[in-house]
């Protein structure tokens, strides 16, 4: 389809660990990396309906290639009814100076949760949906590598390929810093409740609290 620049829309579905109980077979973490190693291709991962709804009617509107990577069942809400997005630049949900914390997909309602538990400890982080990982919004990226100096990636993907490795190539020619990527860490997916899968993982807002304190030390504050 690419190759022959065609104008047809993938619509995947049950990425990750949200496959729960069908186990490794049918856990989808390494389709962003995939992906985003095609040429004239856009890679879209709506975090919740509002945004979903969105970004279909401007992806059928749109000639090209799409893959628009979905949640099954456990999308959390982020969005009033009636936003619009734009494809290619990424959404800021909460302004920070301590870290920069750039998330995708299921992970960016975890981001938000641990950016409050960090609020009442004195951290205070930015939060970016990078809904569109293909094209990355590098301009965005680079604006808040630039700003809290630290960055860390969250995705429920392998940190080999997607979202984190994307972050990583803007910032190393943009502006070098450090990038904490937190993600399936090279491992196939099992099976299991999915909440318990995720804290298997490091992928809940706890452990993201963990790797940000880590982070962000007083004294460097």
Known sequence: CAYAELNVKMIASDPGITAAYNGGTHMALEDM???RSIPNITLVEPVDGVMFADILRQAAAMKGNFYIR????????IYEEGSTFEIGKANVLREGKDAAVFACGLMVSETLEAAKLLAAEGIHISVINVHTIKPIDAA?????????GNVVTVEEHSVIGGLGEAVC????????????????????????????????????????????????RPENK
């Open 70 to 77: 979905l949640l099954r069942k456990m999308a959390v809400k």
């Open 140 to 148: 965005c990226v680079t604006k808040y590598a630039q700003k809290c």
């Open 33 to 35: 990396g995939i992906i």
């Open 169 to 216: 190539a803007v910032v190393s020619e943009k502006l070098p810093c450090l990038v904490h990527r937190i993600g399936v860490q090279d491992q196939f997916g099992h099976s299991g409740p999915a909440n318990e899968v995720l804290r298997d993982y490091g992928l809940t807002a706890e452990n993201i609290v963990s790797a940000i304190r880590e982070i962000v």
